[in-house]
C-alpha cells in the first residue's frame, strides 16, 4: 500500500459520513481465518459445500461435520483483526451507516461494531431443519465429540467457514445426532450456504440503509458470489461514489472511484491515522513559551 491510496482513502472517508460498509473474507485473513479465493477471484480451496449437497446426501453431512468437528475449533478461537478495530472506530466516530458482512465469525461484533447484518447468518449457532429449534454450535460439537472420540484432535488445513481438510476420505462411521425435540431433524449451523438464498428481510434491511447512506466502502470481498454484489450494483444505479479495499480482482472493479490492493487492517489504519493527523501547516495548539 503506498502512502497514497491511505491518503486517497482517508479523502474519501472523511467526504462520506453516512458510510454503507460490504465486509468479506478478506477482513479475516489477518485473524488467522483464509479466505476463499485468489487473486484472480477462483476458489482457492475445493468449493465450498452447497445446500443442496448438504440437504441431500447423508454421506456429505456425516464429512461436514467431521471436517468441522476439526475445523471450528479455529474459527471460534479467532481474535478480530486491525480492519475489524478500524471499522469498529470508524462506528463510535458516527461515519458508519450500515455495516453488512459476508462472514459468519461474529469478529466484527466482538470488535465492537454494532450496526451490523450478518448477511449469511452466524457460524456459531444450529438449526434443526425440520422443527426449527435452535442450539449453540459448541454444544452440538461437544455432543459430536462425545459419540465420536476417535474423529478429535486431529490437524487440518481449515476453511472460511470452519470447514477442513481432513487426510480421512471415509467418513461413513462418523455418527450424527438427531434431533432431541422432533426426533426427525437435520442439523445445519444456521449460516446461508453456498446455493441457498439469504432471507429477504435481511436484504431488504441492508438495502433500505444503502439507500440512507451517502457512499459506500467495501472490504476484502471479491463480490463473485450475487449476495454481495447486488449491493455494489444498486449503489451504482443510486449514484453513490464507491471505493474498494482488496486484494485482488473483483466483480465491480469498474463500479469503484477508488480502488486500493493492500491489506486491509494496513491500509484502514493508515487512512485513521492521516484523518487524526491535522493538515500541514494548521496550528493545532501553542507550544508553551520556554523559560529563561
Ligand atoms: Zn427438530
Redesign the pocket.
Known sequence: MSDSSASSLATFLSRHSRLFVLTGAGMSTDSGIPDYRDQQGAWKRSPPMTHQTFMHSDIARRRYWARSLVGFQALSEARPGRAHRALATLERGGRIEQLVTQNVDGLHQRAGSRRVIDLHGQADVVR??????TQMRHAVHAALARINPHWTGQEASVGPDGDADLAHDDFGDFSLLS???????IFKPDVVFFGDSVPRSRVDAAFAALEGADAMLVVGSSLMVYSGYRFARRAAELGKPMACINMGRTRADALFSLKVEASAGETLDAALRTMATPPAGEVVSQAPAART
Open positions: 434443526c431443519m425440520h422443527c426449527g429449534a434431533c432431541a425435540r422432533c426426533g426427525d431433524g
